[in-house]
Nanobody, 116 residues
């Protein structure tokens, strides 16, 4: 059974930093490209960062140069380092696989709130 547990969110002032973590179990982590998604109030969930099994990364334009995704293939974990946070980064953040291999089960997410 797939389980995804996100943590590390919180309330931070604009310009601050947070590091999100995602613990996975029951997945095919070693062969899945992973990503971080976010959903702001009243908006659809969007993909903000991806990382392949080999460590290649991509980012949405809105977070490029500010966010960094990484993974630990031993611990089956994914991380998102978020710097220079802006109020528009406020959202619930989720991790999951990407593309056609997205897992049906989603975690509860972790709330990130950036105050101006």
């Amino acid at each position: 059974q797939v389980q995804l547990v996100e943590s590390g969110g919180g309330l931070v002032q604009a310009g601050g930093s947070l590091r999100l973590s995602c613990t996975t179990s029951g997945t095919r982590f070693s062969i899945d490209n992973m990503g971080w998604y976010r959903q702001a109030p009243g908006k659809r969930r969007t993909l903000v960062a991806t990382i392949t099994t080999a460590g290649f990364t991509t980012y949405a334009d809105s977070v490029k140069t500010r966010f960094a995704i990484s993974r630990d293939n031993v611990k089956n974990m994914v991380y998102l380092q978020m710097n220079s946070l802006k109020p528009e980064d406020t959202a619930v953040y989720y991790c999951n696989a990407v593309g056609l291999r997205v897992y049906d089960s989603w975690g509860q997410g972790t709330q990130v709130t950036v105050s101006s």
